[in-house]
């Protein structure tokens, strides 16, 4: 597969401070890409480079094999980009923002109505009449990505689509991303990793300007332990956690509330045998005992930390 955007010791500083650190990327194309890291991890500095906002210190970025610095606006045209803050007019109704997109792109007559028609129930908006001043921001950021589709790119890159969203409007935009799958690349940057793990493919992760990781999440969750055990005990929940971290196939303990220990673990079927042995040698009753996944977010701590 060829590469939606690729990069090459991409570094960017401002002055004295380094915001994008040596950064080696390759995002496949047709994927949706997550792009995860802490606040100030150096995510919107990639984006500005990469949509030739901002022009690297050294190192280089290639979107859709063109390499941005020596195109310049001419790889635009195959990009679409939503801001983490998208900025509308007001007093415009959805149809008429898009057919206004479309009109920066050279678009007109029936190919723009129809595009817009699409992109409009694609976003939900179809019957909608009122003024987008009126919007919520979960309808908003919908019309957001419809417009960044307006020109139908190769590339859409999203900069934190759902950090400012009730569940419900997170849903629906997620939602939407989901429906792109095979018609667009998706460049996902956040640093809600829920989000990342319902809807992506693969997942680099950033920190202080570095990339620690990039791989499939499945490789990722696969890399950094096989699975979780949740126990729910009554009595000595304290030391039952302690001689759990013992075993050889516990890698981590935490104790919760009402007795809820969960357990980090290298052997699923060790782990289930050997439980409510221990359990039951204490004296303690089982109510309890649940396999899992590990999430993005255990993975996402054990490489960056969790002191923030």
């Known amino acids: 597969m060829s590469s939606a955007?690729?990069?090459?010791?991409?570094?960017?500083?401002?002055?004295?401070?380094?915001?994008?650190?040596?950064?080696?990327?390759?995002?496949?194309?047709?994927?949706?890409?997550?792009f995860l890291g802490p606040n100030g991890a150096g995510k919107t500095t990639t984006l500005r480079l990469a949509t030739g906002l901002a022009r690297p210190t050294s190192g280089s970025i290639r979107i859709l094999g063109q390499d941005v610095a020596a195109v310049g606006s001419a790889v635009r045209s195959e990009i679409g980009f939503l801001p983490d803050v998208p900025a509308f007019y007001g007093w415009m109704t959805a149809p008429e923002f898009l057919r206004f997109a479309g009109g920066l792109f050279g678009m007109s007559g029936a190919a723009l109505r129809e595009r817009t028609e699409m992109l409009l129930d694609l976003a939900g908006l179809t019957d909608v009449t009122s003024r987008i001043g009126g919007f919520s921001r979960g309808m908003k950021q919908r019309l957001g990505i419809a417009q960044a589709l307006i020109n139908a790119p190769r590339l859409l890159l999203l900069d934190e689509p759902t950090s400012a969203l009730d569940p419900m409007g997170r849903k629906d935009v997620l939602d939407m991303i989901t429906a792109l799958r095979g018609r667009t690349t998706v460049f996902f940057s956040t640093h809600i990793l829920g989000d990342v793990e319902r809807v992506c493919d693969t997942v680099a992760i950033l920190d202080h300007g570095r990339l620690v990781t990039q791989a499939s999440i499945h490789e990722l969750k696969a890399r950094h332990g096989t699975g979780k055990v949740v126990v729910e005990v009554i009595g000595n929940s304290d030391v039952l956690a302690r001689e759990f971290s013992e075993r050889r196939w516990a890698t981590a303990t935490a104790r919760g509330d009402n007795g809820r220990i969960e357990i980090k673990v290298t052997d699923l079927r060790a782990a289930q045998h050997d439980i409510p042995t221990m359990v039951a040698a204490h004296g303690s009753g089982l109510a309890r005992l649940e396999a899992g996944e590990i999430g993005l977010e255990e993975v996402f701590v054990e490489l960056v930390g969790g002191d923030r």
């Not at 090459?8 to 994927?31: F, H, I």
């Open 5 to 34: 955007i690729r990069t090459s010791a991409l570094t960017k500083s401002y002055g004295r401070e380094l915001v994008v650190d040596a950064l080696d990327l390759d995002v496949e194309e047709g994927s949706i890409f997550g």
